[in-house]
């Protein structure tokens, strides 16, 4: 048995699953660097003469320091980039519309992902998304509607994308190696925050901030003809695969024939708690990392008092130690399971509760250190860091107890976070008008609170077994 089982081990790091991770990686990468570079560009492109006066206050801040010329204003770095009139409610609005469009295709194109392939759906997203970011500047020259429209057709083009990766991860990832893979493709995520949080003011500051749109837009472009040549929905139909990797996934999934067509058990999902454990969990996460995503820069800048180059390059700072920490989450995960010294309902619990648990008390910590620029800084480094410890635990849970349906749950799951997304980001905004400085202070303990409940349903109700309902032999129709 032994025997048997060393000869189908596949190659590990040189071989075709782990180059489809970081295929996917970069894929990741470039939807995040076109979500989020509004966030950035956004400073650039509003008329705000509040924004100005902010990057003429002296800070003690070491980046402050360095600067010849700190009092640079907005409207120098976007020389020849037409400036709008955007009220915050505008903005608001801008940045919600993407979410609503994810939150109208996750679940149907999760669904259409497991019966049709996801190989085409997700391309067809990442090309939609990446023709939309070229156009957003000429877009807003027509107007804040036609903006709002198409970061909201984005949105619909990028949850086609999101939940259609499951469906390869379904067929492509043995289950010893599923957070491994998994990170390494969701690494992407903080690593294209950091880039495009990071660059972003500089290409503000040098080309106008249109440019933000265009490269990461034709970046996406090229991503599309990498996805469409290399990627392949499933092991057994790639021309390229050896016969030992191919023979060691399939033997690993233990796949077994059955029909593309599949009804789908809602009534069972409805009644199943770990189900609900799963989804309360997303909802936890989504709701602290949408408020770091979105409002991080508007933070540093109004906390920290600094212009948008270096509000740029200090939000980027927090997506390193979060790119690292999914990477290494994921290896820690699968060395436990490997080694047999957790089991892995255990592991799923323990990444969520360090996922949940570490940043929430980052987050109640901040409102006490805004006098130190180095504390400040290094939490605002630690929370997302930490936070993307949730990628070995319950964001990949779906694998684990429904396999077969792990696309379309990672849909309704997406939905959930979206959901807390929209939520916190109105909260957000609506907190701080009141006040900055209590407004701050109510944001993050709102957070930790809403992440410490997604935490004790999870640990209650969370399991790691497939579930009755998800076996291949049953077919429980509605």
């Known amino acids: 048995m032994d025997e ?33 570079s ?23 801040g070491p980046l402050a320091d360095t600067l010849n010329n700190p009092s640079r204003s907005i409207k120098e770095f976007n020389t020849g980039a037409s400036v709008y009139e955007w009220s915050p409610e505008t903005q608001g609005i801008i940045f919600s519309s993407i979410n609503y469009g994810i939150i109208l295709t996750l679940i149907p194109s999760g669904y259409l992902a497991g019966i049709f392939g996801a190989k085409h759906m997700l391309g067809a997203g990442l090309l939609i998304s990446s023709l939309l970011t070229l156009f957003t500047p000429l877009a807003a020259n027509f107007g804040v509607i036609l903006v709002i429209a198409i970061r909201t057709v984005q949105g619909m083009a990028q949850g086609m994308a999101w939940t259609g990766q499951f469906t390869i991860w379904a067929k492509w990832a043995p289950p010893l190696e599923r957070s491994k893979l998994t990170s ?7 690593f294209g925050s950091f880039i495009i949080l990071c660059v972003g003011g500089l290409i503000c500051q040098a080309l106008g901030w249109p440019f933000i749109f265009y490269i990461f837009g034709s970046i996406g472009c090229v991503c599309c003809l990498l996805w469409f040549t290399v990627i392949y929905d499933d092991p057994m139909h790639h021309p390229c695969i050896s016969v030992r990797e191919r023979e060691h996934i399939v033997f690993s999934l233990a796949q077994k024939p059955g029909s593309p067509r599949r009804s789908v058990p809602i009534k069972a999902m409805v009644r199943c708690l770990p189900l609900w454990a799963i989804f309360m969990g997303f909802f936890s996460h989504f709701w602290l990392c949408t408020i770091i995503i979105t409002y991080l820069p508007t933070y540093i800048s109004s906390v920290l008092h600094v212009n948008i180059r270096d509000s740029g390059v200090l939000s980027s ?73 949730c990628d070995s635990g319950f964001i990949i849970n779906t694998l684990d107890i429904a396999p077969r349906y792990s696309s379309f749950l990672m849909g309704i799951s997406r939905g959930f976070g979206l959901i807390a997304g929209i939520i916190s980001s109105t909260a957000t905004g609506f907190l701080i008008s009141q006040n900055s400085e209590s407004g701050w202070r109510n944001v993050f303990f709102l957070s930790a609170a809403v992440n410490m409940f997604g935490l004790v349903f999870y640990l209650t ?18």
């Open 38 to 60: 509004l966030s950035i560009a956004i400073i650039a492109m509003v008329n705000s003469t509040e924004q100005q006066n902010i990057s003429n206050v002296s800070t003690e």
């Open 184 to 190: 390494i493709a969701g690494s992407g995520v903080a």
């Open 317 to 389: 700072l927090p997506f390193i130690a979060a790119s690292s920490c999914t990477i290494l989450g994921g290896q820690l995960a699968d060395f436990l399971l490997s080694r047999n010294l957790l089991r892995l309902s255990t592991v799923r619990k323990l990444f969520s509760s360090l996922g949940l648990l570490l940043p929430s008390v980052c987050a109640m910590t901040l409102p006490f250190v805004t006098s130190s620029y180095m504390t400040t800084v290094i939490l605002l480094i630690l929370i997302p860091g930490t936070s993307n410890l």
């Open 4 to 36: 048997k089982s060393s000869t189908r081990k596949g190659p590990g790091f040189c071989s075709l699953r782990y180059g489809l991770a970081l295929i996917m990686h970069f894929s990741n990468f470039t939807m995040i660097t076109q979500r989020v």
């Open 461 to 478: 109700f969370g399991q790691a077994k497939i579930q009755g309902w998800a076996r291949e032999e049953n077919l429980t129709r509605l």
